[in-house]
């Protein structure tokens, strides 16, 4: 599945393949046990994202909530989006180190980590880099990328 049209995360879990259900409810519990306070589980752009919502931060290009993290099932693998990692190139390269330090493929382009299998996914790594960035610090990252501040 590319993109879905679930109105919330429930639809979205229920209308998945059950071995696929599986994988995506535990990297769901991984980033809901690892977000900081502030960050909202919620359907956007047929996914599940972790966002800040437009109450706490309007000032977004595109008039959507600021999606830090995103989750997907898609047609031959899962998705994870970390934006953190986009944000902040250090962090992309702890990620990218970690991955290489544990001997597992980093499939990543700019913020988007691909995984087949719940066991290609660093879990330890991928927590840490989603645990890393407060709402605070993730609007300033915004900011200075976007040339706001």
């Known amino acids: ?35 900081q306070s502030g960050f909202v589980e919620c359907m956007g752009f047929g996914m599940i994202g972790y966002v800040i919502p437009l109450a706490r931060y309007p000032v ?47 499939d990543m382009g700019k913020s988007c980590l691909r995984f087949k299998k719940i066991d290609d996914l660093l879990v330890d790594a991928v927590a840490a880099n989603i645990a890393s960035l407060s709402v605070d610090d993730y609007i300033a990252h915004y900011e200075i990328g976007h040339g706001l501040r």
Do not use: I, W
Request: glycine content about 2%.
């Open 1 to 35: 599945m590319v993109s879905s049209r679930a109105a919330s995360v429930a639809m979205y879990l229920d209308e998945l393949p059950a071995e696929r259900r599986v994988v995506v409810a535990a990297v769901r519990d991984l980033v809901l046990r690892n977000l």
């Open 60 to 106: 977004t290009y595109n008039k959507q909530p600021l999606c830090y993290v995103a989750l997907a099932a898609q047609k031959n693998s899962y998705s994870l989006y970390l934006m953190g990692a986009y944000a902040d190139p250090h962090k992309y390269e702890t990620l990218q180190a970690a991955y290489a330090k544990a001997g597992k493929k980093f």
